[in-house]
Structures are given as C-alpha cells and as structure tokens.
C-alpha cells in the first residue's frame, strides 16, 4: 500500500520560505518547506507581531560534518520577515579537511518588503570545515538588514579559533528594473579564517585573532533601517581617535561645557563598556549600504553591544517588533 501524502518535492537540506501580506494587513506566510538537517519554526503570530517570525534551526542542535543546507528565501513586495535562532549553530567536526559543512541562503526582498536577519553566531567546534554563501538581491525600495558572525569555538573545552577553516561570503545585488536586466553588485563581503594558511603565514590562527572571541559583519540598506544606519555612522565618527586635535573624553567636555545631553550620557557608557569588553567596530558607506564590522573579546560582550546599539535607535523594534532581536540581548 502506498503512501497517502504526496511525494516531497524538496531535497535533502533544503528549505522554502515564502512571506506575503495579508489582505486584511499584517504579513503571513505564503509557504515553508524543509528537509533534513534543517528546520523551520514560524509561532502563530499574535495580533500585535509587526513580522512574520521564523527559527532556523537544524536537528540536534548543529551541522555534523558533511552536512549541507540550501534555504531560499522570497519576502513578496510589502511584507516583513524576521529570521532568527534558538542559541549558537553549531559546527561539528569532519572527518577529514576534505569533507565541508556548508549552507547556502538566496534571499529575494521585493519592492517595498523587508528582511531581518539576526541570528545568534554561528560556533565552530574544534577541526570543523564550513563554508557560507548568503546572497541577498534587494529592490531600491526594499528593506534589509542583517548580522553575520563567528565565534572561537567552545571556551569551556580549550577550543580557541581551532577549526580548520571557516568561510563566509555576503552578497548584496540590487534587481534590475526590468525582468530581463541584469542585477547589479552592490557589497561583496568575503571573510575567510583558515588555520592552514595562518600557519603559512607564521602564527597560528589563535593569535592572529588577537583574542578576539568573536568577530562579526551587520549590513544594513534601505528605507526602514536608514535612520540605524545613519545612528552608526555618527557614534562611528564620535569615537575618540589617536591622532585628534581635541581627544579629551566626552565626560571631560561636558565639565568644561556644564552639561550633558542624554545621548552623551548613554555614549559615555557604551564606550566605557567597549574598552572593559575589548570590543573594536568600524563602520563605513558602500554603495548605498553601511557596513559594520566588530569584535569582542567576549561573545556575550558582543551581543550586549549590537544589542545596546540596536536597541538604543529603535528602528529593528519599530518595524520588526520585539521578537527580531532575541538574538542579540
């Protein structure tokens, strides 16, 4: 007797997430799909969710060597998408250099639709070999932002940037205006640690990590995350630097000046706390995106701060709701 469900059209490790606005408002999902090793968990949203929310996860907790996921990911014009993880992916040892983990997103983001994507850091184990490729094509109207990053490993193990290699390469292209216009390049960011070639290079990869125990990219482009971006360029440009004509700390100004103003005070703070946590960011313009990179020497030093940053500007929030940053506080 044969089966009564219908064959599956999906392959081993692949998955389909398709999100649509609702006639009557609000957003919902138009379709999802997965297979083996992973796994997708979208809550019944409340009345008052501003997005729709998906988990990405993957059975047992990680990726065992070997492992391979494709997920493609469509937000159809005017909805909003939030994607985010229940704790660390985790990534298993291989067998041998020759055998890779690796995960593939393809993300579409339609005219007036948003994505974001703020996961917790992905976790290399010790001896592990894994390779990303996330490709993000956006409209000059769409929304996107998200956060990728890697940490040292396990601590509490004596793991300490021990894999073998790890890759990730972010893409953002920009759709063309007619469906048979080629789309154009935007940000190519490619980040590669691989303990062979660090060796070559004469130090292990442990220290050329400079104790960092996470290191990390968030982009950020369009219309409802303009205002973040611009909240990073400026704390970004009010950082004190080496070299200043006037390098003399904003508490120092504002006893000369008799005041501070609220956001100072905040500034105040959250550069006290990147100096205890040892936490280096930059934050530059790339055609019509703002990159931010950072590093920590703690991973939970990390999250406080992209937390404290988001939180502070308020748009994730205000747009995605609540649920998107989970991740990050």
Same mark, same amino acid.
């Given at each position: 007797?044969?089966?009564? @469900? ?12 398709? /999100? ?16 083996? *090793? ?10 008052? $969710? ?33 994607? &985010? ?17 690796? $995960? ?28 990303? #490729? ?17 940490? $040292? ?5 004596? !793991? ?18 007619? *469906?048979?216009? #080629? ?8 980040? =590669? ?7 070559? =290079? ?27 971006? %611009? @909240? @990073? ?8 630097? =080496?070299?200043?004509? %006037? @390098?003399?700390?904003? !508490?120092?100004?504002?006893?000369? %000046?008799?005041?501070?103003? !609220? ?28 990159? /931010? ?6 991973? !939970? ?26 991740? &990050? #506080?």
């Amino acid at each position: 007797m044969g089966s009564p @469900f219908p064959t599956s059209i999906s392959k081993v490790g692949e998955g389909h997430i398709v /999100v649509s606005p609702l006639p009557s408002g609000g957003n919902g999902l138009e379709s999802i799909r997965y297979q083996y *090793p992973l796994k997708l968990i979208s809550p019944t949203p409340s009345v008052h $969710q501003k997005s729709v929310l998906v988990f990405l996860l993957s059975y047992g907790g990680g990726l065992v060597g070997g492992d391979h996921i494709n997920l493609d990911v469509d937000v159809r014009a005017g909805a909003l998408l939030s994607v &985010v993880t229940q704790g660390h992916t985790k990534i298993f040892k291989s067998a041998s250099p020759d055998i890779v983990t690796s $995960q593939n997103l393809n993300v579409r983001v339609q005219d007036d639709a948003s994505l974001c994507l703020l996961p917790d850091p992905v976790q290399p184990f010790a001896d592990s070999v894994y390779t990303q #490729k996330q490709i993000f094509t956006v409209t000059p109207t769409s929304t996107l932002c998200f956060l990728d990053w890697v940490t $040292q490993g396990r601590t509490a193990r004596g !793991e300490n940037w021990s894999f073998v290699s790890w890759k990730g390469c972010n893409e953002v292209w920009l759709a063309g205006h007619s *469906p048979d216009a #080629k789309p154009r390049l935007l940000v190519r960011d490619t980040v =590669l640690l691989s303990s062979p070639d660090s060796v070559v =290079l004469g130090r292990p990869l442990r220290d050329a990590m400079h104790q960092m125990a996470v290191f990390g990219t968030l982009i950020l482009r369009g219309p409802k995350v303009q205002r973040l971006a %611009d @909240f @990073f360029m400026a704390e970004f440009a009010a950082l004190p630097r =080496l070299g200043a004509r %006037d @390098f003399r700390t904003i !508490e120092d100004q504002a006893k000369e %000046d008799g005041q501070l103003s !609220e956001l100072e005070r905040w500034r105040a703070q959250r550069i006290r706390m990147e100096r205890a946590q040892g936490i280096l960011w930059s934050a530059a313009h790339v055609r019509s995106c703002v990159i /931010v990179k950072l590093g920590a020497m703690t991973v !939970e030093g990390g999250r406080e701060w992209v937390g404290a940053m988001l939180s502070k500007e308020g748009s994730v929030e205000e747009h995605f709701g609540e649920e998107a940053l989970m991740c &990050v #506080k």
